[in-house]
């Protein structure tokens, strides 16, 4: 063996535990594709939860179901403690002006430095002239300690066992966080590190999981991941590596337009009823039996989605306290994109937040050494990275 080998290998710290999360990386996004097959041979499918990443993600990061986290999706009726009541005035101006992508960012951005809000927050297109009903559940960071709404999050263990660790800045992009965590690396001074990688959701709502662009990005994913493993190996004596996601992605093949449908009914939007349209569900607040009644009609005559009772919320652990992110939740089959919604107007290839029955609901876990504890949900990711942490 060459001596500076020798000397780097006396130098290195003993274990490290890197968790790379991939968005959107799922089991049947997977299927038929070799990703890092040499390098993590044990790999197992995992079942989603209910909710789009608004809600898996904090189920990662705490190992609770969305009704105990209590984050699922972004927007719930509240109007006693909206704060979005200033917003209420742009409804007055013209929706070709303010309902521009860029528009919306723009002030998406702002209220979130106003409110100092320190979580992802995106206005979509909820409608200005009904923003003063909701609230919106992500205004904290997930991704520091005190980050969750309900419970604990990882980094509320770490911080408390007093465990060096990594964390990559979801703001940043995947090239950044990359750098930084190999920065970190070359200290040897952290024992757990997470990275997080968001960009594949996207291009697999873009292009859909059969695109060769997909490949291309899985690609790119294995070199730097491999860039990583060589720095990380360089400084550690042993690097267990976990690659994980939280939902999959299903391929759209009807869209179904249940705002009209609904507003076909002629109720009063705010007076007989409240509605958000997300790209998967509709959530129905009632003002009255009236409309309560009407709308559950006709939503039992919609043959793409069905009523999720409250059994199976429960079951799905999305029972909230006050029905909070919902009186009735409609939810379609997999495969349809509720469109327009208050989540986007334009048609896509890709779209995830079916039930998580559903093949392509199933999220991923890849590793290079058996993972501990038998994961079998996206939750137990919150006691694999406590596990191999030791917080
Ligand atoms: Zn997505």
């Given at each position: 063996m060459r001596s500076d080998l020798t000397l780097m290998n006396n130098d290195q710290a003993p274990t490290i535990s890197l968790v790379v999360f991939i968005d959107a990386l799922g089991w049947e996004v997977l299927k038929g594709r070799r990703f890092m097959e040499a390098r993590l041979p044990f790999r197992r499918k995992l079942r989603s939860v209910f909710g789009f990443s608004s809600a898996c993600i904090p189920s990662i990061l705490t190992g609770l179901m969305p009704r105990e986290h209590r984050h699922w999706s972004f927007f719930y009726y509240s109007p006693k403690?909206?704060?979005?009541?200033?917003?209420?005035?742009?409804?007055?101006?013209?929706r070709s002006l303010v309902d521009r992508g860029r528009v919306r960012n723009a002030i998406s951005k702002l209220i979130k430095r106003l409110y100092?809000?320190?979580?992802?927050?995106?206005l979509y297109n909820i409608p200005f002239k009904y923003v003063d009903k909701f609230d919106y559940c992500e205004k904290k960071d997930l991704f520091v300690p005190?980050?969750?709404?309900?419970?604990?999050?990882?980094?509320?263990?770490?911080?408390?066992a007093g465990i060096p660790y990594h964390v990559s800045d979801w703001r940043q992009s995947e090239a950044i966080n990359l750098e930084s965590l190999k920065a970190d690396l070359s200290q040897g001074k952290i024992a757990f590190a997470l990275l997080y990688m968001a960009s594949m959701d996207a291009l697999l709502h873009e292009v859909g999981k059969g695109s060769p662009q997909v490949d291309q990005k899985l690609a790119w994913y294995e070199t730097q991941l491999e860039e990583v493993m060589r720095v990380a190996e360089a400084h550690y004596a042993q690097v267990r590596l976990f690659v994980c996601s939280d939902h999959g992605m299903a391929t759209i093949h009807t869209q179904l337009d249940l705002m009209s449908k609904i507003e076909g009914l002629g109720l009063t939007f705010g007076r007989d009823y409240t509605a958000t349209y997300d790209s998967t569900m509709g959530r129905f607040w009632f003002h009255n039996q009236a409309a309560r009644e009407r709308i559950g009609a006709l939503l039992e005559q919609v043959p793409q989605g069905r009523i999720l009772r409250q059994p199976e919320l429960q079951q799905l652990g999305c029972d909230f306290v006050g029905d909070q992110f919902g009186e009735l939740i409609f939810l379609v089959d997999a495969g349809v994109l509720i469109l327009p919604?208050?989540?986007?107007?334009?048609?896509?290839?890709?779209?995830?937040?079916?039930?998580?029955?559903?093949?392509?609901s199933n999220a991923s876990l890849l590793s290079n050494v058996e993972p501990p504890n038998d994961p079998q949900?996206?939750?137990d990711m919150f006691h694999l990275m406590r596990a191999e942490s030791g917080a």
């Amino acid at each position: 063996m060459r001596s500076d080998l020798t000397l780097m290998n006396n130098d290195q710290a003993p274990t490290i535990s890197l968790v790379v999360f991939i968005d959107a990386l799922g089991w049947e996004v997977l299927k038929g594709r070799r990703f890092m097959e040499a390098r993590l041979p044990f790999r197992r499918k995992l079942r989603s939860v209910f909710g789009f990443s608004s809600a898996c993600i904090p189920s990662i990061l705490t190992g609770l179901m969305p009704r105990e986290h209590r984050h699922w999706s972004f927007f719930y009726y509240s109007p006693k403690t909206s704060p979005f009541k200033p917003l209420r005035l742009l409804g007055w101006l013209p929706r070709s002006l303010v309902d521009r992508g860029r528009v919306r960012n723009a002030i998406s951005k702002l209220i979130k430095r106003l409110y100092r809000y320190t979580g992802y927050f995106q206005l979509y297109n909820i409608p200005f002239k009904y923003v003063d009903k909701f609230d919106y559940c992500e205004k904290k960071d997930l991704f520091v300690p005190g980050g969750m709404n309900g419970g604990e999050n990882i980094f509320d263990h770490l911080q408390r066992a007093g465990i060096p660790y990594h964390v990559s800045d979801w703001r940043q992009s995947e090239a950044i966080n990359l750098e930084s965590l190999k920065a970190d690396l070359s200290q040897g001074k952290i024992a757990f590190a997470l990275l997080y990688m968001a960009s594949m959701d996207a291009l697999l709502h873009e292009v859909g999981k059969g695109s060769p662009q997909v490949d291309q990005k899985l690609a790119w994913y294995e070199t730097q991941l491999e860039e990583v493993m060589r720095v990380a190996e360089a400084h550690y004596a042993q690097v267990r590596l976990f690659v994980c996601s939280d939902h999959g992605m299903a391929t759209i093949h009807t869209q179904l337009d249940l705002m009209s449908k609904i507003e076909g009914l002629g109720l009063t939007f705010g007076r007989d009823y409240t509605a958000t349209y997300d790209s998967t569900m509709g959530r129905f607040w009632f003002h009255n039996q009236a409309a309560r009644e009407r709308i559950g009609a006709l939503l039992e005559q919609v043959p793409q989605g069905r009523i999720l009772r409250q059994p199976e919320l429960q079951q799905l652990g999305c029972d909230f306290v006050g029905d909070q992110f919902g009186e009735l939740i409609f939810l379609v089959d997999a495969g349809v994109l509720i469109l327009p919604s208050h989540m986007g107007l334009k048609p896509i290839t890709g779209m995830h937040g079916y039930h998580p029955d559903d093949p392509d609901s199933n999220a991923s876990l890849l590793s290079n050494v058996e993972p501990p504890n038998d994961p079998q949900s996206i939750t137990d990711m919150f006691h694999l990275m406590r596990a191999e942490s030791g917080a």
